[in-house]
Each structure stands twice: as C-alpha cells, then as structure tokens.
C-alpha cells in the first residue's frame, strides 16, 4: 500500500491506535500525517503529528519511554492506522502503562491488565544485553560475560542449572525462581553471544507446538 492510499482528513491526518507487541493491551491514540509515518517507517519509532503544537514529535523524545515499531498495521477502510510496538517505560504521562486506564462507569470489571504487569521482560533483558555487546562496559557484568570466551558462559550455564536442579529437589520455592531466572539470564546471554535472539526459540517453538517428538525430530 501507497501513503497516499491512506484516506487522511481533511487536515491531512489519520488517527494511530498503538498497541503492544507482546501483550495486545491498547497503549494510546494519537494522530500522523504522511511526514510521521514515513519517519516511523525510516526509524521504527513511533513518530505522530500534535495537532496542539502543530509539529511532528517522537514518542519518548523527552521521557525516553520510546516505541519500538514491529509493524504497521491500517484496517478496512484504509482510514485509521495499528501501530504494533515495544514499549520501553510505559506509554501514559501520567505514569500509568496504557492511557486507557480509567473506566466510564464504576461497574465496570477493571480488567487484568491493569491490575497487574505483564511486560515482556525476557525481550527487555535481552534488548541490554545486545546494547552491552555493542556499547562495552568495563563496570558491566553483562559485558565481562560477552568479551570473554565461550567455556566462561558455558560453565556459568552449568552452574546455574545444577542450582536449579537442587533447588527444585529441595523444594524450595523461591529459591527454585531465583535460580531457574539466573539460568534463563545466562541463556539469553549465551543467545547474544552466539548471535541468536529469543525470537529463534519462538519460531522453533512454534515449529514445535501441537506435534509429537518424532513429528519434530527431537530424540
């Protein structure tokens, strides 16, 4: 589809719904000319027109809760825009994680996300880890576990699954998360390391769903 297929109004604007990538909840409206979306397109970030200031502005361009843009998404009638995208922070100025946070009517059910969060933080780990491994820290963990050999991380990944191991045979609750998290962070960096991403394990995953062992070749 063209930009200029997008049926804007007469002030040549088209309103944006922005929605999260992991979670579906709706984050915010707002509205772009054909300027901000092809910035967003160029930058994938979100970038929308005010119409009170009258200028073009980028989401998180002075709170640095910024939008990471997956994909563009515009519905039937070509006349209103979806923007799917990674929320660094949270996407309300009032601090609250969406904009749609307060219901018209007392009755009405608050729903479970607004209750509790329910972020993605495994891509949020990992999206410092690729920040450590392209901005070095010497005061950094992270970036003492990349620039240094592989049996390092490897033996890290061993310690930490035999801690969960005895954890979860202690059954020690809380100690059997901490562990089986610090084993979930050293595979992400073991991930990073060898130059694959979370979203490899959710395509194999995906390969995987729904099929029997031999079905996916897994001995």
């Not at 390092?152 to 005895?166: A, D, N, P, Q």
Request: with cysteine; charged share 30%.
């Amino acid at each position: 589809m063209e930009l200029n297929e997008i049926k804007y109004d007469n002030k040549g604007l088209v309103p944006v719904i922005v929605q999260d990538y992991y979670n579906g909840r709706v984050l915010m409206l707002a509205y772009a000319n054909e300027n901000a979306i092809r910035e967003t397109l160029k930058s994938s970030k979100s970038h929308f027109w005010s119409r009170s200031r009258k200028k073009m502005w980028m989401k998180g361009e002075e709170s640095g809760h910024i939008q990471h843009v997956k994909g563009i998404y515009y519905d039937c009638d070509a006349d209103t825009l979806l923007y799917m995208v990674d929320q660094e922070g949270v996407a309300c100025h009032t601090g609250n994680e969406t904009c749609f946070f307060r219901a018209i009517t007392e009755a009405d059910e608050i729903p479970p996300f607004l209750k509790s969060s329910n972020r993605n933080y495994i891509e949020k780990v990992f999206r410092v880890i690729e920040d450590r491994k392209k901005n070095p820290d010497n005061d950094s963990y992270v970036s003492s576990l990349l620039t240094s050999d592989l049996e390092r991380v490897l033996k890290k990944i061993g310690e930490e699954s035999t801690e969960t191991v005895i954890a979860a045979m202690d059954g020690k609750k809380e100690q059997f998360i901490y562990e089986i998290t610090d084993l979930w962070f050293h595979s992400l960096v073991l991930l990073s390391k060898l130059e694959f991403t979370p979203d490899d394990i959710n395509r194999e995953l995906e390969r995987r769903f729904g099929k029997s062992k031999k079905e996916y070749n897994l001995e």
